[in-house]
């Protein structure tokens, strides 16, 4: 698979075995290694995926929470040390009074989620009993979580948290008194030239927005039927999930933020920074940063920092190999879309077989 061609071969086989649809992106600086989009933006119509095509990012939203709190942490409005339940007003809750920003920020402040994702908890099941049009400002997510018993005392463990990411963005609007949605679009998404970007609601009309739906499978294998995601989170973007972009403006996103086009040099190198071991398996060590997810991949010697998105309907990255100038995007609307390409290309940029 050193050609361009047996690339796109790999993904019209996923593509037609329905285990892929959405868009590829490889590049180097401003240099396309490698583009293209697959499947279907809209199943039910037969409309193809482009490169122009916006994707529900899930979780790859919290890279943008991330930035806008360091901001204000640039501005000297917040600190890493400033107390959550004392900012926002949470001080009869289950949090705990020692909880602060650089807990959020690193999954270390223990706070139990309303989705356990590491206890194998479902985010979609969330709404099986509560409408999820109920929820759509960030302070609707509160009653989920806030009197939830902690999994341990702050900075004392590392767990994967979103509700973490909702207190940020709740600090936010506290701090800045703009909707968080608002503050995202002017002091990120613009102020990084990511044009199309923005959070979509589920039930207004939107151009070039991917509709998210997983197949269902029979015993052999065969798909037999497709599920759409839209009962399965809130309609609209949050702080710890749901912004839309294009592959082409994620890859702006990380670029512009390397070059210190969004934070001061000190908390640029900062989001950039490991602070967490997270856990150590066999071959690979994972640290939390302030938003990325940062990797030492022991065979290869190689070391990556990504944000990964999964939903129902919804599966994401972005990767950065620093040391090889090397970024990778990948979007799918389906939530098994993304997984298997990237270990593919994973795979290709360690043993030198593309760039």
Not at 34 to 58: K, Q, V
Not at 93 to 120: C, F, K, P, Q
Request: hydrophobic share 35%.
């Amino acid at each position: 698979m050193n050609s361009e061609n047996e690339r796109d071969q790999y993904f019209r086989r996923l593509e037609e075995h329905d285990r892929f649809s959405g868009v590829v992106l490889v590049t180097r600086g401003d240099s396309h290694l490698y583009s293209e989009a697959y499947g279907y933006a809209s199943r039910s119509w037969r409309i193809r995926n482009t490169l122009g095509t916006r994707f529900d990012t899930a979780s790859i939203t919290k890279l943008f929470t991330s930035i806008a709190t360091l901001q204000l942490i640039d501005q000297g409005l917040l600190e890493l040390k400033t107390g959550v339940t004392e900012l926002l007003g949470l001080s009869d809750t289950a949090i705990s009074a020692e909880v602060n920003i650089y807990h959020l920020l690193t999954h270390s402040s223990g706070i139990g989620d309303d989705a356990d994702e590491e206890a194998g908890e479902r985010y979609e099941d969330l709404w099986r009993n509560k409408p999820n049009y109920a929820v759509t400002t960030t302070a609707d997510f509160l009653p989920q979580f806030v009197y939830k018993p902690p999994n341990f005392p702050p900075g004392q463990g590392s767990r994967y948290c979103n509700c973490g990411y909702i207190l940020l963005g709740l600090a936010v609007e506290k701090i800045t008194g703009m909707p968080y949605r608002e503050y995202v679009k002017k002091n990120v998404f613009d102020r990084a030239g990511m044009d199309h970007s923005g959070f979509f609601s589920m039930d207004r009309v939107h151009d070039n927005v991917a509709e998210g739906s997983d197949p269902i499978r029979n015993d052999s294998g065969e798909v037999v039927d497709w599920k759409k995601n839209i009962y399965s989170y809130p309609p609209i973007g949050s702080p710890d999930g749901g912004a839309h972009v294009t592959a082409g403006d994620l890859d702006r996103f990380i670029r512009v933020v390397k070059a210190g086009g969004l934070l001061s040099p000190k908390m640029t190198d900062a989001f950039l920074t490991p602070q967490v071991v997270d856990r150590r398996m066999d071959g690979w060590t994972k640290m939390y940063g302030y938003g990325p997810w940062h990797h030492v991949d022991d065979s290869s010697k190689t070391v990556f920092y990504e944000k990964e998105g999964i939903n129902a309907g919804v599966s994401g990255l972005t990767r950065r190999y620093p040391d090889r100038d090397i970024s990778v995007v990948i979007l799918s609307n389906m939530e098994s879309g993304a997984w298997d390409p990237i270990r593919k290309i994973h795979g290709l940029i360690t043993s030198d077989a593309i760039g």
